[in-house]
Structures are given as structure tokens and as C-alpha cells.
């Protein structure tokens, strides 16, 4: 079988489980990080600091394991492009972290927010402005906000930063190629969406200053989540996969119970959320819930959405119970804890690995992976033990 040949197998039955079908086994899909590195052979901080490092690690995975789709890269933060713009929030390893740690986020104090409270308006008016002229600058070491003198540092660090997204970017598209020619595998995802709120908690209040927000002045937090809507359906539709085969990641952080109460969720969260989702579908693309945690208290809200127009990928949740919620109407991913993969044998991963697929995927639908991103806490071993079994094992 040649690789062209290899791939569209894959892609055909990768594409029959996203639509809640049955193909000719169970897809295997792991969204592995840094668990590249470790396989590879290499520190973490090289493949941060080098994305050719962690491109051709990414690869090697991809050749080595039967896997039928994966992420391009989920070592995502280059220390190049971070640097160039000065970033403050990430701690990057080998410089702010010991050199295998993977890449943290590093949210201020409250009182330190990269938004203030009483700045709702001047987002809500033009997220655009607010972003470029007032965030921006709170977030580099070396950008300027309108008004105070800038020096060349500042000028060029928007300058490195343009070109430094333009390297990487076209990189990973070639990477893409790459996985699909050198390895037969496919892509998993195309395209990234987030949720208003999210925004709000991850990159511009804070998750503390959110929760005050949402006591305080829900109405701001709900104007500014519409606000912020179009630019996120623009964000996810630009990046979407143009032939409609793979799905826009969704990445879903502390929007559900119990990060903010249900009142929030059923009254900003999901109404910001819910529209973006259906005009996508409308366009002919799915997206992949990325449930980290537990999202199993909305599993009902979820259902409102058209069968088939998302696929919902299980982290802590009960993957039994989002079976019998929404296993009628969605493809299901996940589920496999990751602590297992760390601390367990491979025995009692191929246990769970037999599992998931009796009571989750007999009748198709359903993606083995991990519950969370694997990082290189998991055992080579217990990875391989999940891959083999599955593909002896999940036969249709």
C-alpha cells in the first residue's frame, strides 16, 4: 500500500466516525504534545525553542504508530515567535521553567489584569481598537499604546512578530503535506474557535476578575461576549478545512460547572456559543468539542445543537453517560484517563481500551484518544498498548 493509498483509508474512516458512522474499525486520534519530544528523544525545550524539532518528532510518531489522524503540533508556543513580540503570559522552558516542563500560561493577579473593570465599554465598542491600542501593550515587554514615545525595539517587535507568525504558519502547512506524503497520516483538525468567555477569563480579566465580573456587571460580561462573537466565527471560518472533512477545534476551559454557576452558562456562555456552532454547520464544518474537565452537567444544552454538527470529546467526564445523552446524534472522542497512560501498566490500559469500545463504540461513532492532551508524562508503552489493541480489538 503506498502512503496516498494508506491515507485516504484513514481519512475515509476518520471522516465515517466524525459523522457518526460506522467505518471499517475505531479511528485512533491522539492529540499528543510534548509526549512527542519524549518519544523523539529530545528535551522539551528544544522542541519549543526549534519547531522543526518538534515537527519532525511529531513525524516520527506519525511513522512509528499506527495512528490515523493527529495534530500537526501541539507544542504550539515557538519561543521565537514569543520572544519577537515580547509576550508576558507564557513561561517558556529552559528560560522561565526547568527545560522539561512543558510551556505554562501565566495569568496575573487580579489586581493586575490585562483588562481592567471599568474597560468593558471600550471593548464592547470595538474589540479590534481595544485589542491593538490597550491589551496589546500590557502584554509585551516591548509595544507602546498610543501616546507614549516609541523606540526601534518597539517597532520591530510588531515587525518580528508579523514575520514570525508568517514562518510559522506556512511551516505547519507544510508540515501537514508532510504527515500526509511521508506518513499517510491525516491532519485532525482545521481551524480553532473559543468560547467569548473563555477570552474573558483566559487572556483578559482573568479567571478571578471574570467571576467578580459576572456578580458585578453581568450585563458588561454578556455585551462583551457579543461583541467579541463575529470576530471568533471569522477567526474559526479563515482556518477551517476548505474540502469540510476535519473538524475546527473547539477549546473549551472555564465555561462550565462549577467555573462559573448555571445561570451564567444557560444566560451568557451558551448563547454566545451556540450561534457560532450553527452557522458553522450551516457552512457545511463541525467542531470538535475539546470538553476539558467535566462539562457532563450541560450535556442537554449540548443536545440542541444538529445532529452531526459537532463531535464531543470526553475529558473527565462519564463517557457512559455522554454515550447515552448525545451518542444518538454526535461522534464521541476520548475517554481514556490520562493518569492511566502515566501511572498504570499496559495491561490495564488495554483493559479500559476494551472498555471504551464495548460500551461506547460498537455501533460506530467514536474516536479512541486520551481524555486531555498527552503530555510526557505517558508512557511509551501504555501508548503503544493503546494503539495495538485498538487496532485488534475496535474491528468492525
Same mark, same amino acid.
Given at each position: 500500500?503506498?502512503? /496516498?493509498?494508506?491515507?485516504? =483509508?484513514?481519512?475515509?474512516? @476518520?471522516?465515517?466516525?466524525?459523522?457518526?458512522?460506522?467505518?471499517?474499525?475505531?479511528?485512533?486520534?491522539?492529540?499528543?504534545?510534548?509526549?512527542?519530544?519524549?518519544?523523539?528523544?529530545?528535551?522539551?525545550?528544544?522542541?519549543?525553542?526549534?519547531?522543526?524539532?518538534?515537527?519532525?518528532?511529531? *513525524?516520527?510518531?506519525?511513522?512509528?504508530?499506527?495512528?490515523?489522524?493527529? %495534530?500537526?503540533?501541539?507544542?504550539?508556543?515557538?519561543?521565537?515567535? %514569543?520572544?519577537?513580540?515580547?509576550? !508576558?503570559?507564557?513561561?517558556?522552558?529552559?528560560?522561565?521553567?526547568?527545560?522539561?516542563?512543558?510551556?505554562? @500560561?501565566? /495569568?496575573?493577579?487580579? /489586581?493586575?489584569?490585562?483588562?481592567?473593570?471599568?474597560? @468593558?465599554?471600550?471593548?464592547?465598542?470595538?474589540?479590534?481598537?481595544?485589542?491593538?491600542?490597550?491589551?496589546?501593550?500590557?502584554?509585551?515587554?516591548?509595544?507602546?499604546?498610543?501616546?507614549?514615545?516609541?523606540?526601534?525595539?518597539?517597532?520591530?517587535?510588531?515587525?518580528?512578530?508579523?514575520? =514570525?507568525?508568517? +514562518?510559522?504558519?506556512?511551516?505547519?502547512?507544510?508540515?501537514?503535506?508532510? *504527515?500526509?506524503?511521508?506518513?499517510?497520516?491525516?491532519?485532525?483538525?482545521?481551524?480553532?474557535?473559543?468560547?467569548?468567555?473563555?477570552?474573558?477569563?483566559?487572556?483578559?480579566?482573568?479567571? @478571578?476578575?471574570?467571576?467578580?465580573?459576572?456578580?458585578?456587571?453581568?450585563? !458588561?460580561?454578556?455585551?462583551?461576549?457579543?461583541?467579541?462573537?463575529?470576530?471568533?466565527?471569522?477567526?474559526?471560518?479563515?482556518?477551517?478545512?476548505?474540502?469540510?472533512?476535519?473538524?475546527?477545534?473547539?477549546?473549551?476551559?472555564?465555561?462550565?460547572?462549577?467555573?462559573?454557576?448555571? +445561570?451564567?452558562?444557560?444566560?451568557?456562555?451558551?448563547?454566545?456559543?451556540?450561534?457560532?456552532?450553527?452557522?458553522?454547520?450551516?457552512?457545511?464544518?463541525?467542531?470538535?468539542?475539546?470538553?476539558?474537565?467535566?462539562?457532563?452537567?450541560?450535556?442537554?444544552?449540548?443536545?440542541?445543537?444538529?445532529?452531526?454538527?459537532?463531535?464531543?470529546?470526553?475529558?473527565?467526564?462519564?463517557?457512559?453517560?455522554?454515550?447515552? %445523552?448525545?451518542?444518538?446524534?454526535?461522534?464521541?472522542?476520548?475517554?481514556?484517563?490520562?493518569?492511566?497512560?502515566?501511572?498504570?501498566?499496559?495491561?490495564?490500559?488495554?483493559?479500559?481500551?476494551?472498555?471504551?469500545?464495548?460500551?461506547?463504540?460498537?455501533?460506530?461513532?467514536?474516536?479512541?484518544?486520551?481524555? =486531555?492532551?498527552?503530555?510526557?508524562?505517558?508512557?511509551?508503552?501504555?501508548?503503544?498498548?493503546?494503539?495495538?489493541?485498538?487496532? /485488534?480489538?475496535?474491528?468492525?
Amino acid at each position: 500500500m503506498t502512503q /496516498e493509498e494508506r491515507y485516504q =483509508a484513514r481519512l475515509k474512516r @476518520y471522516t465515517t466516525a466524525l459523522r457518526n458512522g460506522k467505518p471499517d474499525m475505531v479511528p485512533i486520534r491522539p492529540f499528543v504534545a510534548e509526549f512527542v519530544a519524549k518519544y523523539a528523544g529530545v528535551s522539551i525545550q528544544a522542541a519549543t525553542h526549534d519547531y522543526r524539532v518538534a515537527f519532525e518528532a511529531c *513525524l516520527r510518531c506519525a511513522e512509528d504508530f499506527d495512528w490515523d489522524a493527529v %495534530v500537526p503540533n501541539m507544542i504550539y508556543v515557538w519561543t521565537g515567535l %514569543v520572544q519577537a513580540v515580547g509576550l !508576558k503570559y507564557y513561561g517558556i522552558p529552559g528560560l522561565d521553567l526547568p527545560e522539561n516542563v512543558a510551556f505554562q @500560561y501565566k /495569568e496575573p493577579p487580579e /489586581e493586575y489584569a490585562f483588562m481592567r473593570p471599568d474597560e @468593558y465599554d471600550l471593548l464592547i465598542a470595538n474589540p479590534t481598537d481595544y485589542l491593538l491600542n490597550i491589551w496589546l501593550p500590557r502584554v509585551s515587554h516591548f509595544v507602546r499604546p498610543p501616546g507614549e514615545s516609541v523606540a526601534r525595539e518597539h517597532n520591530l517587535a510588531l515587525l518580528k512578530g508579523g514575520m =514570525a507568525m508568517m +514562518e510559522y504558519f506556512n511551516a505547519l502547512g507544510s508540515l501537514v503535506q508532510e *504527515l500526509r506524503t511521508r506518513c499517510g497520516t491525516v491532519a485532525a483538525i482545521s481551524g480553532m474557535l473559543k468560547a467569548p468567555l473563555d477570552i474573558l477569563a483566559d487572556k483578559l480579566r482573568g479567571y @478571578y476578575g471574570l467571576v467578580s465580573d459576572l456578580h458585578a456587571r453581568p450585563e !458588561k460580561v454578556l455585551a462583551a461576549c457579543e461583541a467579541l462573537m463575529p470576530h471568533l466565527f471569522r477567526i474559526a471560518l479563515d482556518g477551517a478545512d476548505p474540502t469540510k472533512n476535519v473538524p475546527i477545534a473547539f477549546w473549551m476551559h472555564r465555561g462550565c460547572v462549577p467555573f462559573i454557576n448555571p +445561570e451564567h452558562f444557560r444566560k451568557i456562555y451558551w448563547p454566545t456559543v451556540k450561534p457560532i456552532v450553527e452557522e458553522l454547520w450551516k457552512r457545511g464544518h463541525q467542531v470538535l468539542f475539546y470538553a476539558e474537565g467535566n462539562w457532563d452537567y450541560h450535556l442537554e444544552a449540548f443536545r440542541e445543537l444538529p445532529p452531526g454538527s459537532i463531535v464531543y470529546h470526553v475529558d473527565k467526564g462519564d463517557i457512559f453517560r455522554v454515550h447515552r %445523552v448525545l451518542g444518538n446524534r454526535f461522534c464521541l472522542s476520548g475517554g481514556l484517563p490520562n493518569d492511566l497512560l502515566a501511572l498504570g501498566t499496559p495491561e490495564e490500559v488495554r483493559a479500559y481500551c476494551k472498555k471504551l469500545i464495548d460500551g461506547v463504540a460498537r455501533d460506530g461513532g467514536y474516536i479512541m484518544d486520551a481524555g =486531555a492532551i498527552i503530555q510526557d508524562d505517558a508512557k511509551i508503552e501504555n501508548v503503544r498498548a493503546m494503539t495495538e489493541f485498538t487496532r /485488534e480489538y475496535g474491528q468492525y
